[in-house]
């Protein structure tokens, strides 16, 4: 790997994480400017403008025909945004989780996960499947502003004011050419990323798609980190979580959708990620659920076990890129090991939780 990679990686991430902010801070005085409430703004400009690096990267890699990069990009960055954002933020302070992710949203992004497996099953995401998750991204954003618009709960209102509120400043012409600046950062930070990611997975021999789960998903996450973890550092725990969780459906119906679109052959998807990366990620959405259920909150505990699960699956993908010889005895500690305990810990959160509803009805 010559150094003029390395700078041109570095770039374009810097490119694609400044972009990322001018967009969703332009997006958002527009908005506000027009009367839309800092609710809406919190749950679809700044939740879906978090993405749009993972959006950039997956529709650059779609059309350039590396497939195993966009879709790598995809998984790579939900885990990452679970196991690892959430389990930073969580360290910082426990999280609250709103009753409508643990009802809704969570379920949402389970189902939309859940997709991925059955649509790839035959080798690839074609454009008919890219179609079908893209209207479920409309039809997820439509839903979200109709329900952000009956919100009455005024300390959610609040918090979302307190983050996203005060945004009517600067004139139209500068917001609008923060969004141009933010596209224009997108685009060049994008390109420049995927034709380093595989410069660098050629020059070590990795596939595309272990450098799209790791490389370039931490790096196109950026943005979800800075948002979370200001949050929660702020006490705005509400947005935190749900600033994940709807980056992670995004991802998967605008994102993956798109990709699927654009691509000449669709998305192909390898045996690897269909027998191991995609499960693992509706095992982290599936999980979600009796975690968030527990007590509405996500506690330092659960942090520092999310991210402990981050290191595990970083540490699987390099010793099967490099066949380390300690794989053998890796897979055998997380199937006999890992796996049951956290299953036995799942099971023990989500009957403690359904016995303390019941008696509290009681």
């Not at 949402?108 to 790839?120: C, N, Y």
Request: aromatic residues 8%; hydrophobic residues 55%; proline residues 3%.
């Amino acid at each position: 790997m010559t150094f003029s990679v390395a700078l041109f990686l570095v770039l374009g991430l810097v490119l694609m994480i400044g972009g990322a902010e001018w967009l969703v801070r332009g997006a958002s005085r527009v908005a506000a400017a027009a009367g839309i409430s800092p609710l809406v703004i919190g749950l679809t400009v700044v939740a879906f403008g978090t993405s749009s690096p993972e959006l950039a990267v997956s529709v650059m890699s779609a059309f350039k025909g590396q497939a195993d990069l966009a879709l790598g990009n995809v998984v790579g960055s939900n885990l990452f945004n679970v196991l690892f954002i959430l389990g930073i933020s969580a360290l910082i302070v426990p999280l609250v989780v709103a009753q409508q992710l643990v009802r809704f949203d969570v379920p949402v992004m389970i189902l939309a996960s859940l997709l991925v497996l059955p649509m790839g099953w035959d080798g690839s995401i074609g454009r008919l499947d890219g179609a079908i998750l893209f209207a479920g991204a409309v039809a997820y954003t439509v839903f979200l502003i109709r329900q952000s618009r009956r919100e009455e709960n005024e300390e959610i209102q609040a918090e979302y004011a307190g983050a996203f509120g005060g945004t009517r400043t600067g004139t139209w012409a500068k917001n609008i050419a923060l969004i141009v600046l933010g596209l224009a950062g997108l685009m060049l930070g994008s390109k420049w990323l995927v034709s380093s990611a595989v410069s660098i997975a050629e020059a070590f021999g990795v596939s595309e798609l272990v450098i799209g789960l790791t490389i370039v998903a931490a790096g196109t996450s950026m943005p979800e980190v800075a948002t979370s973890v200001v949050a929660a550092m702020k006490g705005e725990r509400d947005i935190a979580v749900g600033n994940v969780v709807g980056s992670n459906i995004f991802n998967i119906v605008c994102v993956l959708g798109l990709s699927s679109l654009v691509a000449p052959a669709g998305i192909r998807v390898s045996e690897a990620a269909l027998h191991f990366d995609v499960p693992v990620m509706i095992a982290v959405a599936v999980a979600c659920l009796p975690v968030f259920f527990s007590g509405n909150r996500i506690s330092r505990f659960n942090g520092a076990a999310f991210l402990f699960f981050y290191a595990v699956y970083v540490v699987y993908l390099i010793f099967t890129a490099t066949n380390h010889e300690g794989l053998a005895t890796l897979r055998e500690a997380m199937v006999w090991l890992v796996f049951p305990i956290t299953l036995l810990t799942l099971s023990v959160i989500t009957v403690r939780e359904i016995l303390a509803r019941k008696n509290k009805r009681i």
